[in-house]
């Protein structure tokens, strides 16, 4: 658990009302997601991580669960898999194979990625698999439970969703002899035996031992039955499952009028959209994974990004040009010695091409008065390779490069780079550097828009650059001085 004082206030009122309706624990915090694609709702787990540790600084014993739904039926094919697997559709997503061939299956290839960035951002959390838990018996119970009222569950989904079902609908989906879930229709209930009895789209007759794992429990009414099976006392949902006639509004009918289980305590969040793209969904390809922005900050700074102020209201994540301005205000923010980020970039990108690369960073970042870590290098290295724009881009030009770019110069502005390489001494400080680059072009009369663009020009290939003096500082004297000599 991390620091208590770093549980924001939403997240403290919320463990409260759970406290108050659920009593003072031991608490079963659970989130949950069908990995049937690129597994990119970290908003919802870090929601419920918050929560869970609210009701840890408050005393209480906590279950943090991620019920990963493996046992899913395959419904769409995500963007990138092959369409021969069309023959899976239907197939629970645990029980179809990877389709690059790298993980045990198709839920594992989506899932493992992202429990390996959930446990780099060091989150105390359990994951478990719906097809495991499906087959060691943990829903045996529930499940004979839930097939035992169908027409309970049955008038409550109708009333809820205003539609009707049809006469065979069963709480159960069974398995048939071709792994698919669907379509088969449930006929008879050997309650003692754990078992159902039921006849596929073929008219195939076949039986389903519900102890086993040979099928699921239909999603709405797994929503209710897991609450249950696991003793869920919190879990938080994204605003589209709690619109009105959605899920929750049936699992919570659900909880209280068939299976007697108190409703978990909730929190219901808004959707992350992405600067220029809309809202965050797998199905559309618009996603942000963990891994990714764990390439460009540190999972405290993941958790802002995700959470903002209040994960009830929409956030826009800007991981452009707006970026540098939230990396300050999460380190003022988390304490950390300040450092713009900009800066870093600047440092990172100076010194990346250097095999001495971080002892310059240091020296270069010292001259400034800053302290930084190697992550924090990496970090602001990776953000402006991958998403910086173009402007903010600094690659120091190789000799060739830069006596090409030379040629663009004027008389003046050659004479005045060398006026500067002969004063250049070595250890100068960035703002010496800055006085000097100045007072060079005062002068020589030149203007001192043409000669700092001088300077960038030779070493950036670019008119305009950061602040000349502490970057010329930081770069190594020898670079510098060959640069400048045109
Ligand atoms: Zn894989």
């Known amino acids: 658990m991390r620091d208590e004082t770093s549980v924001p206030g939403w997240a403290r009122r919320t463990a409260q009302r759970v406290a108050e309706s659920h009593g003072g624990g031991p608490h079963v915090v659970v989130t949950g997601i069908s990995p049937s694609g690129n597994i990119h709702n970290l908003r919802e787990v870090l929601v419920a991580e918050a929560v869970a540790d609210a009701l840890k600084a408050r005393g209480s014993e906590v279950r943090f669960i991620f019920h990963a739904d493996t046992v899913d039926p395959l419904r769409r094919i995500a963007p990138g898999v092959p369409e021969s697997f069309e023959q899976y559709m239907g197939h629970s997503l645990s029980y179809v194979p990877d389709p690059e061939g790298c993980h045990a299956s198709y839920a594992d290839h989506f899932l493992v990625p992202f429990e390996e960035s959930l446990r780099e951002m060091g989150m105390d959390i359990e994951v478990l698999r719906s097809h495991e838990l499906y087959e060691s018996g943990v829903y045996t119970g529930i499940t004979r439970e839930a097939i035992g009222q169908t027409e309970e569950l049955r008038r409550i989904l109708e009333e809820?969703?205003?539609?009707?079902?049809?006469?065979?609908?069963?709480?159960?989906?069974?398995?048939?002899?071709?792994?698919?879930?669907?379509?088969?229709?449930?006929?008879?209930?050997?309650?003692?035996?754990?078992?159902?009895?039921?006849?596929?789209?073929?008219?195939?007759?076949?039986?389903a031992d519900y102890s086993k794992g040979e099928g699921k429990l239909g999603w709405r009414v797994e929503l209710a039955a897991r609450w249950k099976a696991l003793g869920v006392t919190f879990e938080p949902f994204g605003k589209d499952h709690t619109s009105r006639g959605g899920s929750t509004d049936t699992a919570d009918r659900m909880s209280l009028e068939v299976f007697h289980y108190p409703v978990p305590g909730r929190f219901e969040y808004e959707w992350n959209y992405i600067k220029g793209q809309g809202a965050m969904s797998s199905s559309k390809g618009i996603v942000l994974l963990p891994e990714d922005l764990l390439r460009i900050m540190p999972p405290?700074?993941?958790?802002?990004?995700?959470?903002?102020?209040?994960?009830?209201?929409?956030?826009?994540?800007?991981?452009?040009?707006?970026?540098?301005?939230?990396?300050?205000?999460?380190?003022a923010e988390a304490g950390e010695p300040p450092v713009p980020f900009l800066h870093l970039v600047t440092v990172a990108q100076a010194t990346s091409a250097s095999p001495r690369g971080w002892s310059e960073a240091q020296k270069m970042l010292r001259r400034g008065g800053y302290e930084a870590t190697p992550d924090d290098l990496r970090h602001a290295r990776n953000w402006a390779e991958e998403w910086a724009p173009e402007a903010l881009r600094l690659r120091v030009l190789d000799p060739e490069e830069s006596a090409e770019a030379a040629g663009t110069l004027d008389d003046e502005q050659r004479a005045y780079l060398a006026a500067v390489a002969g004063k250049l001494g070595p250890d100068m400080e960035g703002e010496a550097v800055q006085e000097l680059l100045y007072s060079t072009a005062v002068e020589r009369g030149l203007k001192p828009k043409r000669a700092f663009g001088a300077v960038y020009t030779v070493l950036l290939g670019k008119k305009s650059g950061p602040k000349a003096g502490p970057f010329v500082a930081g770069l190594p004297e020898g670079i510098v001085r060959d640069r400048l000599s045109v």
Not at 162 to 183: C, F, K, N
Not at 313 to 318: G, T
């Open 160 to 207: 809820v969703s205003g539609r009707e079902m049809p006469e065979s609908w069963s709480p159960y989906q069974p398995r048939s002899a071709s792994g698919d879930l669907t379509g088969n229709r449930v006929v008879e209930h050997l309650a003692d035996e754990n078992r159902v009895v039921f006849v596929d789209r073929e008219g195939n007759q076949g039986v």
């Open 300 to 331: 405290g700074a993941l958790r802002r990004l995700f959470l903002g102020r209040d994960p009830a209201r929409a956030i826009e994540i800007d991981l452009g040009e707006g970026f540098p301005r939230f990396m300050d205000e999460y380190r």
